[in-house]
């Protein structure tokens, strides 16, 4: 999920209307547009009248879609020349002179792309503005609209529809018509904000009202195609639980409405004042319970507190941690350990030198980008909150909530925050979490038990590799007793440290809770099939002569590899991970013929082959690389995978029937230890 969609999409627009700002300074001090838009999503068509009001002076670029039949536009009353065409976009360059307020008036219109189908890593790529009578997403920031530099504005927007239709905007929904001539509906957003998305459908609306003590009721809506309208009473709870869980945890949520609207497409995107999520999505039993939390907490951080995109993007890992992390932590230590576990596995399927320093992350784009900016951002989290404590840490984010609603903040700001309610620099903390890529490996280069009188003493050097982070590290010393947390802070490459215990340990336990983020040691790191799918080096193996089959199973590695599949039909020589592809037999056969480890137990029993069509392993090499393998009745079976299989990288093993994973698991793992002698 992720709070700005149009981020990677209107990049180059932005960066076009930008260019005038940065070389003249920017002396516009407002920006609010008053738009009309008729959109007729059968016939593709949209027309729109844009008044833009412009408050400043000096000069600045304004950007619209190449797409579009421009019929007027004035600036102050006066005609524009045409504009210059860049890339996709339309620029004019406008003259405001003098400091005052000036009007735009911009006609417009033209046909849309169609809706398209694609699967969720398509959505993450950009989509252009798109229409059908099935639904229409408009997404800000694609020229659907004009763009005045990169200026933050308000809005207001009268929308029209053919009847039948309903559509909607971000903000607050001033008025509603639905009669047998159309739809009308008008929409305000009175607080600066980065972009306009647009939404349509033949939807059936329900909503409910949620009261406030001291400040105004909530609408809540859901915007539901008809074969979903069901659901609308669970999500509407569930609407109402989120709201006050955040409103008490941060400050009051900043909207007077908040709308689920479905998506014909498998979106999971979140905008202010609304989530937009696809049909197929909301079906799944456990939306409510996670995602839906996630987008709603996006109004405060994404689309409350923007971001400054130039110094990384903060929003999606603090969401995840105060969403995602935070259900988990609810449902107990060892479902928060879990996840922790699954992040710190993804991480260290990034092959070393792939993944990229925090700051440079802006917008997911692929599964490395978001185990980056999602996950070692909320990881980074959770570290500070073990420094600062919770009450602080709260303290800290509610401090950042009040000085930065509706403006654009950076990881600086954040820092700034935190570091107004620890009353210390954070300076290191943070410097070496967003500036460097990678994680400390940390190890128990020695241990040493000594007896002493009332008690043993623990002797020891951990060690990590230079340059060295400063972290805190929970180290547990098992003892007949029980178990004891003792917290070590580290800061070189080789750090002596020295433990006292009344009763005789057994072992010293290194972060076995994974509080730290890290490269996990090989000992706690099963095979799993996100390591073959980022791997660069992967190389798919398909040993079959079978056409159809050969022909299913390049179509599978290609969905399920980050990069260009390289297929070839036997083992190369050299270290690479490698992926099989075949029929059942064609696999057995070639694991046996190559010496290569059979069918693990858990997808080779009776009852899973009686039941399976495929089976999906992973295991290791003698070379320790990845192996990968994927073995099924036929091709129509192989062609099933394609679009589950690449939604289970963390699995170690899966038995499947068709699309469906009937089994599914993980190979065990233990925490690294030094075992002291009995």
């Not at 999606?316 to 060892?334: S, V």
């Not at 000085?403 to 925050?417: I, K, V």
Request: proline letters at 8%; one cysteine or more.
């Amino acid at each position: 999920m992720t709070a700005r969609p149009w981020l990677v999409a209107g990049a180059t627009l932005l960066a076009l209307a930008a260019a005038p700002a940065a070389a003249q300074g920017r002396r516009v001090e407002h920006v609010e547009h008053a738009l009309q838009v008729a959109l007729d999503p059968a016939g593709r068509r949209l027309r729109a009248v844009d008044e833009i009001t412009l408050r400043g002076g000096g000069q600045v670029a304004m950007t619209l879609g190449a797409q579009f039949e421009v019929l007027e536009v004035t600036l102050d009353g006066r005609p524009l020349g045409p504009p210059v065409r860049i890339q996709e976009h339309l620029r004019w360059s406008l003259e405001l002179g003098a400091v005052g307020e000036h009007r735009v008036l911009l006609r417009y219109g033209g046909e849309l792309a169609p809706l398209v189908e694609t699967d969720h890593r398509g959505t993450l790529q950009g989509l252009p503005p798109m229409a059908s009578a099935r639904g229409s997403w408009l997404p800000a920031g694609t020229g659907w609209y004009a763009q005045i530099d990169d200026h933050l504005f308000t809005y207001r927007v009268l929308l029209e529809l053919p009847p039948g239709q309903r559509g909607l905007v971000p903000g607050r929904l001033s008025d509603e018509r639905d009669d047998a001539l159309a739809y009308r509906a008008a929409f305000h957003f009175p607080h600066p904000v980065e972009g306009i998305d647009l939404v349509a459908a033949p939807y059936v609306v329900r909503e409910r009202v949620l009261e406030r003590a001291g400040a105004a009721p909530i609408r809540l809506r859901t915007w539901f195609h008809p074969e979903v309208e069901a659901l609308s009473d669970g999500y509407l709870d569930a609407l109402a639980d989120y709201l006050e869980m955040y409103g008490d945890w941060l400050g009051a949520y900043p909207f007077t409405e908040f709308s689920v609207v479905s998506s014909p497409l498998p979106t999971g995107f979140g905008m202010p004042t609304l989530t937009y999520l696809g049909v197929d999505v909301l079906r799944l039993p456990f939306i409510k319970s996670t995602s839906l939390g996630h987008e709603v907490l996006h109004n405060w951080w994404g689309n409350g507190v923007y971001v400054d995109h130039a110094g990384g993007n903060w929003a999606e890992g603090l969401t995840t941690f105060m969403a995602d992390y935070a259900y988990k932590e609810r449902d107990g230590p060892e479902a928060a350990r879990a996840m922790r576990l699954e992040w710190l596995r993804d991480f260290a399927a990034i092959p070393a030198g792939q993944d990229e320093p925090l700051r440079r992350f802006t917008a997911r784009t692929h599964t490395a980008s978001q185990i980056v900016g999602y996950h070692k951002a909320a990881f980074l989290f959770l570290m500070l909150r073990e420094q600062l404590g919770a009450q602080r840490f709260d303290a800290g984010l509610r401090r950042f909530w009040r000085e930065h609603a509706f403006e654009r903040a950076g990881w600086s700001d954040l820092q700034r925050a935190f570091e107004g309610v620890a009353e210390r620099s954070l300076d290191r903390f943070f410097e070496q979490w967003l500036a460097r890529s990678g994680a400390p490996a940390i190890r128990i280069e020695q241990a040493q038990l000594l007896p002493e009188a009332g008690g043993f003493t623990v002797r020891g050097v951990l060690s990590q590799a230079e340059p060295a982070y400063l972290l805190r590290v929970p180290v547990v010393l098992e003892t007949i007793d029980g178990s004891e947390v003792h917290w070590l802070e580290i800061s070189e490459a080789r750090q002596a440290f020295e433990l006292r215990s009344g009763a005789r340990p057994s072992a010293l336990l290194l972060d076995p809770q994974l509080r730290v983020f890290r490269r996990l040691d090989p000992a706690e790191l099963p095979p799993i099939l996100r390591q073959v799918m980022l791997d660069p080096d992967t190389l798919t193996v398909v040993p079959s002569l079978d056409p159809a089959v050969r022909t299913a199973a390049q179509a599978l590695a290609a969905r399920l590899l980050e990069r260009e599949p390289r297929t070839q039909p036997s083992i190369p020589r050299g270290q690479v991970p490698l992926l099989l592809i075949a029929t059942v037999q064609e696999i057995d056969a070639f694991l046996e013929r190559n010496r290569l480890p059979a069918r693990p137990s858990e997808v080779a029993t009776p009852e899973a082959a009686a039941r399976a069509s495929a089976q999906v392993w992973v295991t290791r090499q003698g070379n320790g690389k990845a192996l990968a393998v994927i073995c099924a009745d036929d091709a129509a079976a192989l062609a099933a995978l394609q679009r589950p299989l690449p939604h289970y990288g963390r699995q170690s093993w899966l038995v499947f029937q068709g699309a469906r994973a009937l089994e599914r698991g993980v190979w065990p793992s233990q925490p690294l230890a030094w075992r002291f002698p009995p």
